[in-house]
């Protein structure tokens, strides 16, 4: 594929004859989910009952451990092992790469007496039972050589740099046309550290079998974890076979391993017997990757009649010392409003905090919040409607770059949402609205997120009977893909999607980067079109070259698939009797992707539309979603009923940021003070009434061959910022600081003599 | 300590470490793997079983203090191929994503349905003296220590919807 206008060709997905594209079918993995028994990295049959590990992590941010008596432990009861940085086995050198193909370098566990983070592993005790792990990891005495830790970021922004290689971008003159704006606004948004909280902890079953260590583990990414793990033990990266076929939610914390794979592989070798490690709770907290929290500054400046003259938005970050993250909250808005005078960019501190790293749409999750809650308050500022304000800044091309949109529907988003939602009962002027003791206001926001292609194999096989089965080293983290790969591997080879069966999560599959950044469907699904076409063309050759094919002969070019059959002119066979008779074997074939270059040539995003009703109790100052309805335009949408679920849990994240969920460091400890789901505060049934999301009719073809795009990501961007500016609009309290929790709206409510 | 419980019909008599959970007994001892351990302190709800048709969360509680008691897990409840209605609904509304939250879902709603059958009141019931009206506020009430991080939860109410019937 050397142009994406080689995408305008019809193929068997954009064709869509048996209608299996778009489709709500049931998830095809569903049946095993809803009865218990789709079997997650813990619960994995092993050859033998596995034992199990239990990890002892730091209790400060930084420094050495300077002592560890392991005596107690070690003679507790049931116990196999007890490790510590003084005995665990060699590891590769942290961030080395044996083999340059690796994706990820090694990542060893305990490899030295320093103490990077509160949270990291200082210990490791495997027993014979949970129990009796457990109860030996609680006796192991650590002390510690504390030293001084950075763990306070907004005392810390004196420390800040620009991200390694990045600089603010800037396009015209900001600063001189903000003085000369004549309707300006400058103003700070603050968001928290954030959980991804998926509920299905990591966790890792791990054996050995000679030199080959078979791993079932939780992650998002195959080939990934393959690799980061053979560097560790430093082994040959195929003498690691991981799988990961069910998993309990990633949301980008999955998107790397945790020491549960080490630790689990390594006590396996040594113990020469299988060995399985989960995280607690609290150790995914701590220990695994979160998002960070941001302070962010936003700038605009207007004419009267609301046209933007000047936009900036910029401010700070965080992440771990050791690795490097940034959560880009502004890349967004390059693309988002037109505007001639920009400026945008990201300041980096390095703190001694676990490390930070993506969380469901990076970047646009956090940035949203703070632009889309600015566009609101310019809005009224100019007198003008929210949507009006947009639609009037609404660019031709991409703001910053020039280059053309593939296809933008923004301004359809928010008219149909406004339609839908009765925006026009809206009274712009805010606190005007009561029910009982609530106050009573509307928000919107605009979502807009990043549209990704990646490179990705996938291979399809057909055997004697007929089944299909798709195969690809990919990830189904709960977004649908065994069922999204199943609609377009029958739609390709025309048969029924009873006749399919997909096998993901395997690292000696074709490997496919896996999920994240939105782009598991449209990554591995045209890896999947792909296979199948190359699976049509073979079973095309076969059926044309057997005498005994009522296709004998036949024009291979000619030969069309459907109903399970192959055809040509009048004549055709089963796919079965065909394959049964000339190749019982089975026939396989192998696809792939690769962007091509001139993707890059154009602007490719997702957009849409949030609207939410907020209630606000006058008294409390609780706030209580009432309504929330979202209008995306995410490209040709492959299975309506997933792609549903995927946004709307998107918006759901959208709530739990704008009114509970944050995270708080202990500036003494450099702990995160809460560890559990008692503390951090998810969104839960009754705080979600009645949410509902549509998407346009949309075809993308300068996307991927299928004309389809992300959603996994799309749902969040912007959703919080409805919220916020509802709340504004029921009750005049303008917070800028998330999550909007009672303590700061009664503050406000309180600041304005309500 | 040797036990003795009713699971899924079947009697077991199990030799436990007095410190085991019910959660990690189903798990590890009698190999029922469906109820998920979420958080292992009571606060998220992946591990909801139902106990002489009470639903718990089987992390927070012995298993050596289930002497005698009859345990339903989400494998007790239906099999592929024969699905519990419950299931069948979470199925066909895609009241799941990952499925780590589900079996507890399910058996959730399961002791919830008889709960309100039952007439048990819950915060949101207004008239403790009337028959109790399953109304979309009820349920999601009552379903709230079920935490779903994919945010299934209009799919889920759907579903619960779908088997208890509409409500005027
Ligand atoms: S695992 Fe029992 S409530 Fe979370
Ligand atoms: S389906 Fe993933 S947590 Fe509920």
């Known amino acids: ?254 998107g790397q391993s945790y020491d549960d794979l080490s630790l689990a592989a390594l006590a396996a070798r040594e113990l020469k017997r299988p060995v399985k490690v989960a995280y607690t709770r609290q150790q995914m907290m701590l220990g695994t990757i979160h998002r960070p929290a941001t302070i962010q500054r936003v700038r605009l400046g207007a004419t009267p009649d609301g046209r933007l003259t000047a936009f900036a938005l910029d401010g700070y970050t965080h992440c771990a010392r050791d690795a490097l993250f940034t959560e880009h909250f502004a890349n967004f808005a390059r693309s988002l409003y037109a505007a001639p005078n920009r400026l945008t960019g990201h300041k980096l501190v390095k703190m001694d905090l676990p490390g930070a790293g993506p969380m469901r749409a990076p970047g646009e999750a956090s940035g949203m919040l703070s632009l889309e809650v600015a566009m609101d308050e310019l809005a009224e500022k100019l007198g003008l409607d929210p949507i009006q304000l947009r639609l009037i800044n609404e660019p031709e091309r991409d703001p910053e770059t020039g280059k053309p949109f593939s296809i933008r529907q923004l301004a359809r988003c928010m008219n149909e949402g406004a339609q839908h939602f009765g925006w026009d009962r809206r009274n712009p002027k805010p606190g005007q609205v009561r029910d009982g003791r609530w106050w009573v206001g509307m928000g919107m926001a605009a979502a807009i997120r990043a549209d990704y292609l990646l490179p990705a194999k996938a291979g399809a096989r057909i055997t004697a009977d007929g089944t299909i089965t798709l195969l690809q080293g990919m990830t189904d983290i709960g977004t649908g893909t065994y069922t999204i790969l199943a609609q377009i591997t029958a739609e390709t080879l025309g048969v029924p999607l009873s006749q399919v069966r997909v096998e993901i999560g395997d690292s000696n599959l074709p490997p496919a980067p896996g999920s994240g950044g939105q782009f598991g469907a449209s990554t591995a699904g045209s890896a999947a079109l792909d296979a199948g076409m190359k699976l049509r063309v073979a079973l095309a050759h076969l059926a044309v070259g057997d005498p005994n094919s009522p296709l004998y002969g036949a024009s291979p070019d000619l030969v069309t698939f459907d109903d399970g059959k192959i055809r040509f002119g009048n004549q055709s066979e089963d796919l079965s009797t065909l394959v049964a008779r000339a190749a019982p074997e089975g026939v396989y074939a192998e696809g792939s992707i690769s962007p091509p270059a001139d993707r890059r040539d154009v602007s490719l995003h997702t957009y849409g539309a949030h609207f939410a009703e907020v209630g606000v109790d006058m008294d409390t100052g609780e706030v209580r979603m009432r309504r929330m309805y979202g209008v995306f335009a995410a490209g040709r949408i492959l299975n309506a009923k997933t792609a549903k679920s995927q946004i709307t849990g998107g918006m759901i994240w959208g709530v739990g940021t704008a009114l509970t969920e944050t995270n708080s460091v202990d500036p003494r400890y450099g702990s995160l003070i809460n560890q559990d789901v008692g503390g951090y505060l998810v969104p839960v049934h009754a705080d979600i009434v009645d949410l509902d999301a549509v998407f346009l009719d949309e075809v993308d073809d300068k996307a991927n061959p299928m004309g389809i795009k992300g959603v996994g990501e799309l749902g969040i961007s912007g959703a919080g910022a409805a919220i916020a500016n509802a709340i504004y609009n029921a009750c005049g309290v303008r917070l800028r600081d998330y999550p909007m929790t009672p303590d700061k709206v009664l503050a406000g409510l309180i600041a304005a003599g309500l | 300590m040797k036990t003795t419980m009713t699971v899924n019909g079947q009697a077991s008599t199990l030799d436990l470490d007095p410190r085991t959970t019910l959660l990690d007994a189903l798990r590890e001892h009698l190999n029922l793997k469906g109820s998920k351990k979420g958080c292992d302190h009571g606060q998220c709800g992946a591990c909801t079983v139902l106990v002489n048709g009470v639903r718990i969360n089987s992390c927070l509680s012995l298993a050596v203090m289930h002497d005698g008691d009859a345990v339903t897990t989400i494998e007790g409840l239906g099999v592929v191929g024969a699905l519990h209605p419950l299931q069948e609904a979470f199925l066909k509304q895609d009241a799941f994503q990952c499925g780590y939250c589900t079996p507890g879902q399910i058996c959730s709603a399961a002791g919830m349905l008889k709960e309100l059958a039952d007439n048990w009141p819950s915060q949101e019931t207004a008239d403790l003296t009337a028959a109790i009206v399953a109304t979309d506020a009820e349920i999601r009430e009552r379903m709230s220590g079920n935490i779903c991080r994919c945010s299934a939860y209009p799919q889920i109410l759907a579903a619960i919807r779908d088997v208890v019937g509409a409500v005027a």
Not at chain 1, 93 to 121: C, H, K, L
Not at chain 1, 143 to 158: K, N, Q, R
Not at chain 1, 164 to 178: H, K, L, Q, S, Y
Not at chain 1, 181 to 187: C, F, I, M, N, R
Request: net charge negative; aromatic share 8%.
């Open chain 1, 1 to 254: 594929m050397s142009s994406i206008a080689d995408w305008a060709t019809p193929n068997p997905v954009t064709e869509n004859r048996s209608g299996l594209i778009g489709k709500a079918v049931d998830r095809y993995e569903g049946p095993l989910k809803v009865t218990g028994t789709a079997p997650y990295a813990y619960e994995v049959e092993a050859p033998s009952p596995p034992v199990q590990g239990a990890i002892v992590t730091s209790a400060i941010a930084r420094g050495r451990v300077a002592a560890i008596d392991t005596a107690e432990a070690e003679a507790s009861p049931g116990v196999l092992l007890v490790w510590t940085h003084k005995t665990i086995p060699a590891q590769g050198a942290r961030g080395a790469r044996i083999n340059p193909r690796s994706q990820r370098p090694s990542s060893p566990v305990m490899d030295s007496d320093e103490v990077r983070y509160f949270g990291e592993t200082v210990a490791f005790v495997v027993a014979d039972t949970l129990e009796n792990a457990r109860a030996a990891a609680a006796l192991i005495k650590v002390t510690y050589d504390e030293l001084w830790a950075v763990v306070d970021f907004p005392a810390s922004l004196g420390l800040a740099e620009n991200p390694p290689g990045e600089e603010d971008v800037r396009i015209g003159d900001f600063e001189t046309a903000f003085a000369a704006a004549p309707v300006t606004l400058d103003e700070t948004y603050t968001s928290p550290i954030q959980n991804h909280v998926q509920m299905e902890p990591c966790a890792t079953t791990a054996w050995w079998d000679g030199d080959k260590v078979t791993v079932h583990t939780s992650i998002q990414m195959v080939k990934g974890g393959q690799h980061a793990l053979a560097e560790t033990l430093m082994i040959p990266s195929d003498d690691v076979h991981l799988l990961t076929r069910y998993i309990g939610g990633g949301f980008g914390g999955k």
